[in-house]
């Protein structure tokens, strides 16, 4: 069982990396929108394409925009931190009880 445990225990980790890595994205996207930055750069670019799939998947379901302002940024940035803090430990615990449960 000590296997299962391990690569649960490399899921949690890897993805508490990426999900570190994202929020990191989406900040400096969001960021970069109030200075309107040339969108042939290739730096905006990535981060436009990797930010609006996820911003577009809420706006389908959250109206995103208040006065002007567009909070899609900050649900993902919640849900991510909501992953970080649930899923991540969750998953650590699990790998601990089933590497301790036999």
Same mark, same amino acid.
């Given at each position: 069982m000590f296997i299962l445990a391990n690569f649960i225990e490399a899921v949690a980790r890897i993805l508490d990396i990426a999900l570190t890595v994202y929020f990191w994205i989406v900040v400096i996207s969001a960021l970069l929108s109030w200075v309107n930055p040339d969108p042939h750069n290739p *730096? $905006?670019? !990535?981060? +436009?394409? %990797? =930010?609006? /799939?996820? #911003? +577009?998947? *809420? +706006? +389908? #379901? $959250? /109206? =995103? #925009? !208040? &006065? &002007?302002?567009?909070? %899609? /940024?900050?649900?993902?940035?919640? $849900?991510?931190? !909501?992953?970080? #803090? !649930?899923?991540v430990p969750s998953l650590h615990e699990l790998a601990v009880r089933i590497k301790y449960a036999g």
């Open positions: *730096i $905006v670019r !990535f981060l +436009r394409n %990797a =930010t609006e /799939p996820v #911003y +577009r998947k *809420i +706006r +389908r #379901y $959250v /109206p =995103t #925009y !208040f &006065g &002007g302002i567009d909070i %899609a /940024p900050l649900i993902v940035l919640l $849900v991510i931190m !909501f992953l970080q #803090y !649930f899923l």
